[in-house]
């Protein structure tokens, strides 16, 4: 049996290697996995390569082939999501849609919870759902009010990610991420609206942007 991590790289390497035929490099699946280290990759893919799940072809860099899946009737590993995805046809994925969030100005926390239909191919590993857009605060980076984030779960945030943030356990907000000396700034796309400085305590990320789907 496979733990969530192994399972979880082995499925983005499939992934990858289904979609462009080439091996992610080892700072993609880092950075995929949300690892801190490219050393936890090296764990990972040679736990993988001693269960015969994949091998290292000699001779070439980045080279690796996937021999076999794991069976589906796998145990859920024990912090596996506990609403998994609903496979709604062969190319669909229906993840959680949590709402409107302002791109603009913050709103109060978002409630609630329906389905929401996304083609597969836009999602990569880790647990995601969808916010809609309200608001032009994010309208040079493309986000357009009305539009449908697809946000990846996480609670870290590196330099320049567009995050989902929580103000205060109580507002939230779509904005890029930044560091400024002690607080933390979160910075509009529109030339018309301030940034937003917040002292660490005072701001939880939620999520990061994974993809963006609008509708005509």
Same mark, same amino acid.
């Given at each position: 049996?496979?733990?969530?991590?192994?399972?979880?790289?082995?499925?983005?390497?499939?992934? &990858?290697?289904? %979609?462009?035929?080439?091996?992610?490099?080892?700072?993609?699946?880092?950075?995929? /996995?949300?690892?801190?280290?490219?050393?936890? *990759?090296?764990?990972?893919?040679?736990? /993988?390569?001693?269960?015969?799940?994949?091998?290292?072809?000699?001779?070439?860099?980045?080279? @690796?082939?996937? /021999?076999?899946?794991?069976? *589906?009737?796998?145990?859920?590993?024990?912090?596996?999501?506990?609403?998994?995805?609903?496979?709604?046809?062969?190319?669909?994925?229906?993840?959680?849609?949590?709402?409107?969030?302002?791109?603009?100005?913050?709103?109060?926390?978002?409630?609630?919870?329906?389905?929401?239909?996304?083609?597969?191919?836009?999602?990569?590993?880790?647990?995601?759902?969808?916010?809609?857009?309200?608001?032009?605060?994010?309208?040079?980076?493309? $986000?357009?009010?009305?539009?449908?984030?697809?946000?990846?779960?996480?609670?870290?945030?590196?330099?320049? %990610? $567009?995050?989902?943030?929580? +103000?205060?356990?109580? %507002?939230?907000? @779509?904005?890029?991420?930044?560091?400024?000396?002690?607080?933390?700034?979160?910075?509009?796309?529109?030339?018309?609206?301030?940034?937003?400085?917040?002292?660490?305590?005072?701001? &939880? +990320?939620?999520?990061?942007?994974?993809? @963006? +789907?609008?509708?005509?």
């Amino acid at each position: 049996m496979l733990t969530a991590k192994q399972n979880e790289l082995l499925h983005f390497i499939h992934h &990858r290697l289904s %979609e462009t035929g080439v091996s992610p490099s080892f700072d993609e699946m880092r950075e995929a /996995l949300d690892l801190k280290s490219k050393s936890g *990759v090296h764990r990972l893919i040679s736990a /993988l390569e001693e269960r015969q799940f994949i091998r290292r072809l000699p001779n070439r860099a980045r080279a @690796l082939e996937v /021999l076999r899946m794991p069976e *589906v009737t796998n145990v859920t590993p024990l912090n596996a999501p506990p609403a998994p995805l609903r496979v709604v046809a062969n190319d669909t994925i229906e993840i959680p849609l949590h709402g409107r969030i302002a791109a603009g100005t913050p709103i109060e926390a978002l409630q609630g919870s329906e389905g929401f239909a996304v083609p597969a191919a836009l999602l990569g590993p880790g647990e995601h759902y969808a916010l809609q857009v309200s608001g032009d605060s994010m309208v040079e980076e493309g $986000i357009l009010d009305g539009d449908f984030a697809l946000i990846r779960r996480v609670d870290t945030a590196r330099e320049g %990610e $567009i995050v989902v943030a929580l +103000i205060d356990e109580a %507002e939230a907000t @779509l904005k890029t991420f930044r560091r400024e000396g002690q607080m933390i700034r979160l910075d509009p796309a529109n030339r018309r609206y301030e940034a937003q400085r917040y002292r660490p305590d005072q701001v &939880r +990320i939620q999520g990061r942007l994974a993809g @963006l +789907i609008r509708r005509y």
